[in-house]
């Protein structure tokens, strides 16, 4: 899995396009670094930079982003609606892939200390990389903004954590830390900035003060007029959108506008947006409406439409979905392939693909299939009365179809890591030991994926049992033919199994796998058996 960490800089400059360019261009020629979204704001007079990479090369992104700005952007001058104390106000590290918070942190206080030194510019540490529970969020940090800094730097209790405890007038100071993934979302009214910023009030954790808290935790906003587009917006952050989730902020807006007897007129997200929080509002909209989606771009395009994400400008989810942005190897090679490749890849002098992907795939397709018979009786008006079952059997079997397919390429892997150990040297004592334990954690992973296989398969009865009684009868042999495809995925993941425990040293281990995989086998015997059985009964 590659290591990924994302980098949202934001400089104090939005209507310079050559200084919006300048800054991009650094980012983007950094090697390992790849820049995925520059958000300029004329009325912020802000750019928002996303990029992603390795925690070494985001930190040389964002550096050279920073040496940039150094030469372009003078804070004496800069105007603009949002709230800033430095030419580059904030730059924070988010863990994406195979980094953990901690990493972040270490991102935050290496970026900080070099930028310090560097520049001789004030830098604080914020979020996560925070030390001291009055600097810990932005608002605390940024309080009395840029203006205030002359005297607020040389206080002791803002001494910055790197740099001089100084007012810098050309760049301010910056703050730097790790964060979980920040939504930067925009709800649009019809109104004045100033009573946007009455929702802002009732909406934000922070409210108007200590006595007055605000109804969402986990959010900040403000209101502000967007010249450009001649509407206000509310102005959010979403800091943690498993606690408040974009819809949420949406609903609670509008109900507050319309209180207000004010408009709502669709919201807009700023830079990327994980992939999950989209997922989590089209449930909630596909709960709250009773409707039955399954295709992730259809639940995106839900999303879409019931937020007005396209209300100023395109939502691209290709181009607005961090996932979608990043993903190089989303299919194995396997999957990738067309039907008559992968035939003949099996069909050539290669021991892999085998056995195992082609059980994977038939057993996926024992699913598909199922799926199949579900959709055709789901929507047929001579089976409406059965929407609502078909709504509870459907997705069960298209989540395992996906599963399986995904095995196809799982397995093969498992098979060539083992041989890949096998080929490791062994001379001497210490690469004796290196190899016969990567062998050992090989051929685990070889035996686990096939009973993961099985298992998925056994996952599947109560819901085929159920399909078999009440399904269009039309479709009677295409589900015959899907429980025997999953019984014969069955049986190629057990032999898989098989073929694998005689090579396990430990009989404690051989034992308790083998008892394992008997106990599946016979489930999917049993549950097969019975679909069948419904099946042969069934005349109408």
Not at 271 to 294: D, I, N, T, W
Not at 512 to 532: I, M, N, P, R
Request: with cysteine.
């Amino acid at each position: 899995m590659r290591r990924i960490v994302e980098c949202v800089p934001n400089f104090s400059e939005g209507r310079q396009k050559e200084v919006i360019e300048t800054i991009a261009n650094a980012i983007a020629t950094t090697e390992g670094c790849s820049l995925l979204d520059v958000d300029p704001g004329p009325s912020t007079n802000r750019t928002v930079y996303t990029f992603v990479g390795t925690p070494e090369a985001v930190i040389e992104g964002a550096l050279n982003s920073a040496r940039a700005a150094y030469q372009l952007i003078d804070m004496t001058r800069h105007t603009g609606e949002h709230p800033r104390m430095g030419a580059m106000d904030v730059c924070p590290f988010i863990p994406v892939q195979g980094v953990s918070m901690e990493e972040c942190v270490e991102c935050a206080q290496e970026f900080g200390e070099r930028l310090a030194a560097e520049l001789k510019v004030p830098v604080y540490l914020y979020g996560m990389a925070s030390t001291t529970e009055h600097r810990i969020t932005l608002p605390q940090i940024r309080a009395g903004e840029y203006e205030g800094l002359t005297n607020k730097v040389t206080k002791p209790e803002w001494q910055p954590d790197f740099g001089p405890a100084e007012f810098v007038p050309n760049w301010g100071a910056t703050a730097t830390g790790a964060r979980k993934f920040l939504i930067a979302y925009n709800v649009n009214v019809l109104s004045t900035k100033e009573q946007a910023h009455r929702i802002a009030l009732d909406i934000r954790e922070q409210g108007r003060g200590k006595d007055q808290p605000g109804k969402l935790p986990k959010v900040q906003a403000i209101g502000w007029y967007l010249e450009e587009a001649n509407i206000a917006q509310v102005s959010i952050n979403l800091t943690d959108h498993d606690i408040t989730p974009i819809h949420t902020a949406y609903e609670e807006c509008a109900k507050a506008a319309k209180e207000l007897n004010l408009a709502v007129i669709g919201s807009q997200i700023v830079g990327l947006v994980p992939l999950r929080a989209v997922l989590q509002s089209a449930s909630y909209f596909m709960e709250k409406e009773g409707l039955f989606l399954l295709e992730e771009d259809q639940k995106i395009r839900l999303v879409i439409d019931r937020l007005g994400l396209c209300s100023i400008g395109p939502f691209n989810p290709k181009e607005r979905i961090i996932e979608y942005m990043i993903q190089d190897d989303s299919e194995g090679p396997l999957v990738s392939m067309d039907l008559k490749d992968f035939v003949m890849t099996v069909g050539g002098r290669s021991p892999s693909p085998g056995g195992g992907s082609v059980s994977a795939l038939v057993a996926a397709l024992g699913a598909a299939l199922g799926t199949m018979v579900g959709f055709l009786t789901y929507g047929n008006r001579k089976f409406e009365t059965l929407d609502g079952t078909m709504r509870k059997l459907i997705p069960p079997l298209y989540q395992a179809m996906q599963k399986l397919v995904h095995f196809v390429d799982t397995d093969a892997s498992a098979f060539n890591d083992y041989m890949l150990a096998c080929k490791l040297p062994k001379v001497t004592e210490d690469e004796i030991k290196i190899r016969e334990e990567a062998m050992r954690q090989a051929l685990m992973r070889a035996i686990d994926v096939p009973m993961k296989v099985i298992r998925s398969i056994n996952e599947l009865w109560p819901t085929l049992k159920e399909l078999a009684e009440v399904g269009n009868i039309s479709c009677k042999s295409d589900l015959q033919v899907g429980a025997r495809s999953l019984e014969t995925g069955a049986w190629g993941a057990f032999y898989n199994v098989q073929t694998n425990l005689k090579d396990i040293s430990d009989d404690d281990v051989k034992t308790k796998l083998q008892s394992d995989a008997d106990f599946e086998l016979k489930t999917t015997q049993e549950g097969c058996a019975a679909v069948l059985l419904i099946l042969d009964e069934r005349q109408t």
